[in-house]
């Protein structure tokens, strides 16, 4: 796809952004127009590089003038292909890098779009806070992204998603203008919220410039452990077990796949099996509190009754913290590891936590009638029902005849979804991807209010125009 953007419109926008704050260079604007899984390659005019909230106010403001269509970027890690622009400008916030604030007392963290979410791990840990958002992502993806998608990550059983952690945004609006919406309040009852709007947007009711974000103690125990189990449902019993025994300590409860877990030590170097014998299902869990002792002794008794009853087969607590990062590492890994095993439909949906086990055993059985051989690996935070779910072409396989039933194989296991009231993108968005896709589970009346609310704030429809209807 091919958009004409007026030269002059390009003489204009590169006038404001100054001499770094452009470019149409073909090897600098290379990785930004490919998709990590390489599903997506865009193309783009220019690559707009604003450096302060006002330059990103002054690009949106000639384009919105002008009619010409952006594409906003982040760090690049989407897996929607949301940020791949097919002709339209692209808005990289990769130059807005600075923190503006952080208050231990408040307990929050005030940082621009292009700051890294590591960048807002390490500043918080230097004041003696902690921001609980944990993506694999975490070094290349930015807030601004992070915001913009509404990402979930693996401590959203205890903290929430993104727009839980969320006090107040900046934001360029769709006609340029700047809403200063920084605020550091807990309660602010007057009105509707404009934020929780734009969170999850996906770039399309404005760019976020800036967010406050909450602050949250470290806590001084926690204990990190891998648990074999014989099926999902037996997952989802250890599940409610650890919450009892923790008292809502559980920091992240996730399940990995057998298949999944083979991929990681066969793909990705410096890998380590975590257990001494093969099971067919492996849970990650942590639980954290800020009591001496009391995360340790509460994943002792979990695992040591969970043992005694044979809910679990076999078990590992990680000793010290390079332990804890070797189990992570597994978890972490689970998508690259699979990346050379060919075409995969990759599926990000999500199930009431009791339906967990019973769309894992009902979407396999469907995916193995239809491509048999096919090599389904499920992992994600079932603590909260989302659910990873990939079916890998058969080994030794076309990858061509596998990806020309993509269509097909996800229909399927959307309408599982759907038929379990669940969502067919629990955290990754809709994007390019699945923006069309949505209309097939989303009510008319719901349909109408998104588009109803995007036309008022983009009645030119240039913020991301291809996503969200």
Request: aromatic fraction near 4%; proline fraction near 5%.
């Amino acid at each position: 796809m091919t958009l004409s953007v007026p030269a002059d419109v390009l003489s204009r926008l590169k006038a404001v952004l100054g001499e770094g704050g452009w470019s149409q260079d073909p090897e600098r604007l290379a990785p930004k127009l490919v998709e990590w899984r390489d599903r997506w390659q865009g193309n783009t005019p220019l690559l707009a590089l604003p450096k302060t909230t006002q330059d990103v106010a002054a690009v949106v403001g000639i384009c919105a003038q002008a009619g010409v269509p952006i594409t906003p970027q982040g760090g690049n890690t989407g897996l929607v292909g949301g940020q791949i622009p097919l002709g339209e400008i692209l808005l990289s916030t990769e130059r807005l890098r600075t923190i503006r604030d952080i208050d231990a007392f408040d307990d929050v963290i005030v940082a621009e779009a292009g700051v890294t979410l590591a960048a807002v791990h390490e500043a918080a840990l230097d004041k003696g806070r902690r921001f609980p958002l944990g993506l694999a992502s975490e070094g290349t993806a930015t807030i601004g992204g992070v915001v913009s998608t509404n990402a979930g990550g693996t401590a959203v059983l205890r903290y929430g998603n993104t727009r839980d952690l969320v006090l107040g945004l900046e934001a360029v609006l769709p006609n340029g203008e700047i809403w200063n919406g920084l605020k550091r309040l807990r309660k602010d009852n007057t009105g509707y919220d404009l934020k929780q709007l734009l969170i999850g947007a996906e770039g399309t009711l404005g760019v976020v410039t800036a967010a406050s974000l909450k602050l949250f103690p470290i806590l001084i125990s926690r204990a990190t452990a891998i648990a074999a189990v014989d099926t999902p449902e037996a997952a989802i019993q250890l599940l409610v077990r650890a919450k009892d025994e923790a008292g809502g300590a559980v920091e992240a409860f996730e399940l990995m796949g057998r298949r999944g877990i083979e991929f990681v030590l066969k793909n990705i170097a410096n890998q380590r099996d975590p257990l001494s014998e093969i099971h067919p299902w492996y849970v990650l869990v942590e639980i954290a509190s800020g009591e001496p002792g009391a995360a340790e002794g509460a994943m002792e008794r979990l695992l040591g009754k969970a043992l005694e009853d044979g809910l679990i087969r076999d078990a590992a607590v990680a000793q010290n913290q390079a332990q804890a990062k070797a189990f992570w590492s597994i978890r972490e890994n689970q998508s690259p590891g699979q990346k050379p095993e060919g075409a995969t439909w990759k599926h990000d949906v999500s199930v009431p936590v009791s339906r967990v086990a019973e769309f894992l055993n009902l979407a396999t059985a469907r995916m193995e009638a239809l491509v048999p051989g096919a090599r389904v690996t499920a992992f994600g935070h079932v603590g909260d029902g989302n659910i990873h779910y990939d079916v890998i072409r058969p080994d030794g396989g076309d990858d061509a005849a596998h990806s020309s039933l993509r269509a097909q194989g996800s229909r399927i296991v959307h309408d599982i979804v759907a038929s379990m009231s669940g969502s067919i993108s629990a955290e990754h968005g809709l994007g390019s991807m699945k923006t069309e896709e949505a209309r097939r589970y989303k009510s008319p009346v719901e349909v109408a209010a998104l588009m109803a609310i995007r036309q008022s704030l983009d009645p030119k429809r240039i913020m991301n125009p291809r996503v969200l209807f």
